[in-house]
């Protein structure tokens, strides 16, 4: 357990400290308020001094922008490739977090934030945290990440696919990008698997029944989703007929995440959440893996869902894949192409995993992207991202 010390009104203090991003706990604290200028709180941050924030949370909120201002005149993440921009980028996103990671705030042993004008966070804290236990120290950013999370988990995110809206939990990533959801949406199924849509009616509350139970079926058609996150693309293939989905996923969070909406959406009795791990037991009609995009190390929990490094999900979904499908049955690879633009995979390493894992492509289906991203053009990495497509990729054994 790591722990932060200072000394306020002349006496010495201490309190835990907690980085999801697993950021090392700051050797020097001083105590900072409404009097703290933002070129000396630039200054501290940047020589690697912690400021505990003991003024108004609003003022606070507006130091750390004043900071980040100063962060952005320093530094240009202009490359003159898009591979260099995008360690440029990386780079700079790096030293913006530990910078500004220097601006702290003091939780109570209840998560309550005794600051002046200070919001209500102890649910939110509970939500990204757990219970809590003592006194601890996290940065400002990060709270305010907490909160909009938070927000994002009691609004949720609209997904016409589904007809429904998905609740993402902190440090789980919200499909957002309605793309890749429309794919597995409308791609057609394998010629093996004849599914018709689930009526409107299954997502309403079961209703009491006399009519006398089915006679017993043949064997059900199955399903894997892996990473899957929110649960969003589980439902969909729920939706699109499936008698069995099984959802996988490594992360902890991610599997409360996606049994909480599978219940939401009265799908549970469809949808198996199992995990942690990659592939379940067994065998399916259809395997859908929608890994993390671009091969390169997160630093946040919610960047599991973007950067994985080495593409080492990728390569354990291909190389797992035909041991997995049944008969006849397909993997479906949902990939941007925005590592290829950037230097960090090309075509040809994609192709040489899929034929060394005795996989054969039989379709590829393409779509642009639709997020505001795609055409900002202050982004500096805008020319690998107005030229991205995202592809589901048809794949079957070989053997």
């Known amino acids: 357990m790591s722990t932060i010390h200072w000394t306020e009104d002349h006496t010495h203090r201490s309190a835990r400290w907690h980085s999801e991003s697993a950021a090392p706990f700051p050797r020097r604290t001083v105590v900072a308020d409404d009097?703290?200028?933002?070129?000396?709180?630039?200054?501290?941050?940047?020589?690697?001094?912690?400021?505990?924030?003991?003024?108004?949370?609003?003022?606070?909120?507006?130091?750390?922008?004043?900071?980040?201002?100063?962060?952005?005149?320093k530094q240009s993440n202009s490359g003159t490739s898009p591979n260099e921009s995008f360690h440029l980028h990386r780079r700079a996103n790096s030293h913006r977090a530990r910078v500004l990671g220097k601006l702290l705030v003091l939780l109570d042993d209840d998560h309550t934030l005794n600051l002046r004008r200070a919001p209500d966070i102890r649910q939110a804290c509970r939500e990204a945290y757990g219970p809590p236990t003592e006194p601890t120290a996290v940065s400002l950013r990060e709270l305010l990440g907490v909160i909009g999370a938070h927000e994002w988990r009691l609004k949720g995110v609209d997904?016409?696919?589904?007809?429904?809206?998905?609740?993402?939990?902190?440090?789980?990533?919200?499909?957002?990008?309605?793309?890749?959801?429309?794919?597995?949406?409308?791609?057609?199924?394998?010629?093996l698997l004849p599914l018709s849509p689930l009526p409107p009616q299954a997502f309403l509350p079961p209703q009491p029944s006399l009519s006398p139970q089915r006679p017993h079926a043949p064997t059900p058609h199955t399903a894997f989703d892996l990473g899957t996150g929110t649960g969003v693309l589980a439902a969909v293939l729920a939706r699109?007929?499936?008698?069995?989905?099984?959802?996988?996923?490594?992360?902890?969070?991610?599997?409360?995440?996606?049994?909480?909406?599978?219940?939401?959406?009265?799908?549970?009795?469809?949808?198996?959440?199992?995990?942690?791990?990659?592939?379940?037991?067994?065998?399916?009609?259809?395997?859908?893996?929608?890994?993390?995009?671009?091969?390169?190390?997160?630093?946040?929990?919610?960047?599991?869902?973007?950067?994985?490094?080495?593409?080492?999900?990728?390569?354990?979904?291909?190389?797992?894949?035909?041991?997995?499908?049944?008969?006849?049955?397909e993997g479906w690879l949902?990939?941007?192409?925005?590592?290829?633009h950037l230097g960090l995979r090309t075509r040809?390493?994609?192709?040489?995993?899929?034929?060394?894992?005795?996989?054969?492509?039989?379709?590829?289906?393409?779509?642009?992207?639709r997020h505001p991203r795609s055409r900002d053009t202050t982004d500096p990495l805008h020319a690998a991202r107005s030229a991205e497509t995202t592809s589901l990729w048809r794949l079957t054994a070989t053997q």
Not at 40 to 62: Q, V
Not at 168 to 174: E, I, L, R
Request: contains cysteine; neutral net charge; proline residues 9%.
């Open 159 to 191: 997904v016409p696919a589904l007809g429904a809206r998905i609740h993402p939990h902190y440090g789980v990533f919200a499909p957002v990008r309605g793309e890749y959801v429309d794919l597995v949406a409308h791609t057609p199924m394998p010629p």
């Open 35 to 73: 009097r703290t200028k933002a070129d000396d709180a630039y200054r501290h941050a940047c020589e690697g001094t912690a400021l505990l924030w003991r003024g108004d949370f609003h003022n606070a909120r507006h130091l750390l922008q004043a900071m980040g201002r100063r962060i952005d005149r």
């Open 348 to 369: 040809g390493d994609l192709l040489d995993t899929i034929r060394a894992a005795h996989l054969r492509v039989v379709d590829r289906i393409d779509t642009r992207p």
């Open 240 to 329: 699109r007929g499936f008698d069995r989905v099984v959802a996988t996923d490594i992360s902890p969070r991610a599997l409360a995440c996606a049994r909480e909406n599978v219940h939401r959406l009265r799908l549970a009795d469809r949808v198996e959440v199992s995990g942690p791990g990659l592939f379940p037991d067994g065998r399916a009609d259809l395997v859908v893996c929608n890994p993390p995009w671009l091969p390169a190390r997160p630093t946040s929990p919610v960047e599991q869902g973007v950067y994985d490094p080495d593409s080492t999900m990728l390569r354990d979904f291909l190389t797992g894949l035909s041991a997995h499908l049944r008969p006849g049955g």
């Open 334 to 340: 949902i990939l941007s192409d925005l590592a290829e």
